[in-house]
């Protein structure tokens, strides 16, 4: 059995139900949550009932932000690859100079702790 139908059959075995009763604030409250998280409400509430780690969707910007450095660095790597071909074919010292800077770089867009 693979992962996708143990989790198939691990969801069809929930036949408890539980009916929880909240005010509009409350539900408005669980409700943005749920939205931030990207989960129902229901998978929303088993989730943090079950004490898993929720995680809050990037917004817009942030998805923009993360997307501009998705592609800096894919032309670093790329920029890389290059510079391993030429120490390859020419030595280590004539591309030191363009390693540093590369590697400045990298410093600069890569936020500490990663």
């Known amino acids: ?3 996708k139908d143990s989790v198939l059959a691990e ?7 539980v009916e929880i009763h909240f005010n509009d604030r409350e539900m408005e409250f669980i409700r943005h949550k749920a939205f931030e998280s990207g989960l129902q409400v229901a998978v929303f509430l088993r989730e943090c009932g079950l004490q898993k780690t929720l995680y809050v969707l990037p917004s817009a910007a942030e998805k923009e932000k993360l997307m501009r450095v998705r592609r800096d660095l894919g ?15 020419e030595g280590f010292g004539r591309n030191a ?8 770089k990298i410093d600069k867009i890569i936020p500490d702790g990663y």
């Open 1 to 3: 059995m693979n992962t």
């Open 11 to 17: 969801a069809a075995k929930r036949i408890h139900r």
């Open 75 to 89: 032309g670093m790597c790329n920029n890389l690859n290059q510079i391993t071909k030429q120490m390859h074919q």
């Open 97 to 104: 100079v363009e390693i540093a800077e590369l590697i400045n």
